[in-house]
């Protein structure tokens, strides 16, 4: 299908699929009019994780608080709106159940068109802030609840050619950081440890089968927590610096080497990365010398829109938008989602 | 005063058009619950029959709980959002409040639950005085038991109001002064909502209003425990 993407269209953004608060308002699906974030991060660190219960109850408290943030600074007023967006999946669904039940009532109130968003689509079209989608295109989705390789042909059009059979990359750096002491979230604290260390330790790189675009991080989890072990019984005195480096370079060289091949197996003229992991410094430089090399234009999202904010659902939201997606008052959350029904 | 009364804080989804004078609609479940499918379209579909627009509500009530966690934040989530935009009043009231509406005449207290699972239930304990149902013990979460064996100490008749009775019924029928509600009792009203709400104050800071869990989140149970 054509998706005329020069019409002006002005979409109000929910996104509560994890534990960020999100309402944002982009213009013509590139220009980000307010992003508001109330994040839980502080929240939830004492548990060492996400709890979905308490991020249920903190999106409740926030919900109002975004949106109202999010329509103050975007000038404009509800009449200006051609439709609310909203995440209806994949993430927690007592978290989506705030955010979707929230876009539904503020629709209904002011009689807009609701547009479901897919949460990956979100991040991929994160890319759309930086520069224009070139297509074919593949974009890397990654982040503590998804590793994707997706396969676009043009705007609105999804297809998985990869995924992870196991944990999300995500989850791999929260598991290590932990098992080395790292504060929550595990990402950026290993990032951080890794620029002080060497990639001495040779940890597993989980290529699958010959030609395979899947991933696997359970693997490479157990190994990194096996060496630790090991190292302690032996009485040796760790250099985490050089675990997390390690462990960092066995995430980034699968990530990258699988995301090359989909590119250029289906031609791609650009190459996306999106999700909180694409904050990764080590992912991100890698990635760029192997586009570099190959030259296909590479696209990350600045730092702030790789983690999970409305401005991103808005924008993917516009495409749904133009396409004529529409959602009625019977919408609801769904903790799986398939990406290409969107 | 236009009302619009929400309650899918249980098993029961509720929705009331109300003013001081008279109910001009409500409609009510007590089957499957999918809440979050159901509410909003039932909003619509109510607020297009009594022909009242969005915009010409003056308050809107919701049922705060206790009850379902999810069922809660549906109800309080739509409530909310619609007070907020639409700049409307926003009251809350207690969910086993609501259920105690259906106790009226009832020579005695009157004492609706809802199950808690773990052998709790959140109840509260009513009556009657000048007219009106008033609030004898707070809504809380508490063991089955425990609860029965206080209000055993009373020496007046109880009438239990639940749609829970599947479970808890066989037990209640071993204490004499427990009267079971029939099953029209049992079922809170979204009128009944509205009524009640209309006499209450609304609430000052719409964006931190929350559902009354009367629970904390396990994990933050657990957490606390720890920090002992
Ligand atoms: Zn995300």
């Not at chain 1, 408290?61 to 007023?77: H, R």
């Not at chain 2, 934040?73 to 809350?92: D, H, N, P, S």
């Not at chain 2, 304990?125 to 064996?149: C, H, N, R, S």
Request: charged share 20%; aromatic share 6%.
């Amino acid at each position: 299908m054509n998706v005329d993407v020069k019409k002006k269209t002005m979409i109000l953004g929910i996104e509560t699929s994890c534990d960020e608060t999100a309402a944002a308002v982009v213009e013509n699906g590139t220009v980000i009019r307010s992003n508001a974030v109330a994040s839980q991060i502080d929240i939830h660190r004492r548990f060492g994780g996400v709890v979905p219960e308490v991020a249920s109850r903190h999106h409740v408290d926030q919900i109002t608080l975004v949106c109202e943030e999010a329509m103050n600074n975007s000038g404009i007023s509800w009449d200006d709106l051609d439709a609310i967006a909203v995440t209806q999946g994949p993430g927690l669904i007592g978290a989506l159940l705030v955010g979707v039940n929230g876009a539904k009532a503020l629709a209904y109130a002011h009689q807009v068109p609701l547009v479901p968003v897919h949460h990956i689509t979100g991040h991929i079209y994160a890319n759309r802030f930086v520069q224009e989608l070139e297509f074919p295109l593949i974009a890397l989705v990654v982040s503590g609840g998804h590793t994707e390789l997706v396969h676009m042909k043009e705007h609105g059009s999804y297809e998985v050619i990869g995924t992870t059979r196991d944990d999300a990359a995500g989850e791999a750096f929260d598991k290590v950081a932990r098992t080395i002491g790292l504060p929550y979230p595990g990402g950026p604290e290993i990032d951080k440890l890794a620029k002080g260390g060497q990639p001495t330790i040779n940890f597993p790189r989980a290529w699958l089968e010959e030609g395979s675009l899947d991933f696997s991080f359970s693997g490479l989890k157990s190994a990194v927590i096996n060496y630790i072990h090991n190292e302690q019984q032996r009485g040796h005195e760790l250099n985490h610096a050089d675990i997390a480096a390690s462990f960092q370079e066995s995430v980034s060289e699968v990530l990258v080497k699988k995301t090359m091949i989909a590119a250029e197996r289906v031609h791609a003229k650009q190459i996306l990365v999106a999700g909180g992991v694409s904050a990764n410094s080590k992912v991100r430089s890698e990635m760029e010398r192997a586009a570099n090399t190959r030259g296909i234009p590479l696209s990350i999202p600045p730092l702030s829109l790789c983690t999970d904010n409305a401005a991103m659902i808005a924008a993917s939201g516009t495409i749904g938008f133009l396409k004529g997606m529409r959602a009625d008052l019977s919408l609801n959350g769904k903790a799986n989602l398939a990406i290409e029904d969107f | 005063m236009n009302v619009l009364a929400i309650d899918t804080s249980n098993l029961v989804m509720g929705v009331a058009v109300a003013t001081e004078q008279k109910v001009l609609g409500e409609l009510t479940t007590n089957s499957k619950k999918n809440h979050s499918e159901r509410l909003m379209p039932a909003i619509a579909e109510l607020l297009e029959k009594v022909a009242i627009q969005p915009i010409d509500l003056d308050r809107i009530v919701v049922a705060e709980g206790p009850g379902s966690y999810t069922g809660l934040r549906i109800g309080v989530t739509i409530a909310k959002l619609m007070a907020w935009t639409l700049k409307k009043e926003l009251v809350g009231v207690s969910s086993l409040e609501i259920v105690a509406q259906n106790g009226r005449y009832f020579d005695g207290l009157i004492a609706p639950f809802f199950d808690a699972r773990r052998g709790q239930v959140f109840a509260g304990l009513y009556e009657m005085k000048d007219g009106a149902i008033v609030q004898v013990v707070p809504d809380q979460l508490v063991l089955i038991k425990d609860w029965l064996a206080e209000l055993s100490k009373l020496n007046k008749p109880v009438l239990f109001l639940s749609n829970d009775f599947d479970k808890w019924g066989e037990l209640l029928r071993t204490y004499p002064f427990a009267v079971l509600g029939e099953s029209t009792q049992n079922v809170p009203r979204a009128a009944e909502l509205a009524r009640i709400g209309i006499q209450k104050k609304p609430v000052l800071d719409i964006h931190h209003f929350l559902p009354a869990y009367l629970r904390l989140a396990e994990a933050e149970a657990k957490w606390l425990a720890k920090q002992e």
